[in-house]
């Protein structure tokens, strides 16, 4: 494998970060995950408006136009022999000397890394309700932080399962969201999924199904809900920037209806965008 790490393209072994990087000593540091398919980033410009505003919030200097990105994710894809990829495009605060630091950080280091997309996207999962709680973001809302250890406890709690997506809630009980995505579920054809308020990651993916729910003329439901809901739902399902919409079969003992009609529509949209879409502000005319 081959990695970008701060403007050069280097063997995965030769990959060196500082022992001083505050993003490794005090995870300060942000990530955005997303797909590129036969060479185009799906959605780059959502996913770096995100990553730029959480880096700012967090006093991180970094800026990339498009442009600059599509160049780096060109020759990447080229040295790792692939065309489509599952991309994690990562900026930490860089090296300071040790102690928590207030000022801004000049210095960032971002490594990108690649590898192929999973063989299997399409399929279908259960899940399961966790019984670790969602834990509260660090500050006003969720970043997509290096703070990950509320998830791998969960993914332990979990265990080494295949095609089964644990399912968070928060301390006030209310359904929050996958270890690894964002649920939404269908009852009576309206389409439900909790709101920021749960203390949940304001997904990529989460965002583009709701605007495309909007722009189909569905009727979506964003708010406080508890497990009871989700549990007698007619049909669910989780998205990420990677699998992008996958149906659930089952919560726990409920049985869903995995090839609801809605569900493999929004599929289709995907399929209809994946390859040229920039953002989901395109389909909005331009709004953002």
Known sequence: MYVYVNDSIVSAEQAKVSAFDHGYMYGLGLFETFRVEDGHPFLLDDHFRRLDDGLRSLGIEWSMKREQAITIIQ??????????????????????????????????????????????????????????????????????????????????????????????????????????????????????????????????????????????GVSAQIGLYKPEELLSADAAFVTNSIQEVVPLRSCNEKQYNSEHELIASLSKEFDRYRQWLWSRYELQGGKQ
């Open 75 to 216: 020759d990447l894809l080229e040295a790792n022999q692939l065309n489509s990829a599952y991309v994690r495009w990562n900026v930490s605060a860089g090296p300071h000397e040790l102690g928590l630091y207030t000022g801004t950080y000049s210095e960032p280091t971002t490594i990108i890394y690649m590898k192929s997309l999973p063989t299997q996207l399409n399929g279908v999962k259960d899940a399961v309700i966790l019984s670790i709680k969602r834990n509260t973001p660090e500050g006003d809302i969720r970043l997509k932080s290096h703070h990950y250890l509320n998830n791998v406890l969960a993914k332990r709690e979990l265990g080494a399962v295949g095609n089964v997506e644990g399912i968070f809630l928060n301390g006030s009980g209310y359904v929050a969201e996958g270890i690894v995505s964002n649920v939404f579920w269908i009852k009576n054809n309206t389409v439900y999924t909790p709101a920021i308020e749960t203390g949940i990651l304001d997904g990529i993916t989460r965002q583009f199904v709701l605007t495309l729910l909007k722009q189909q």
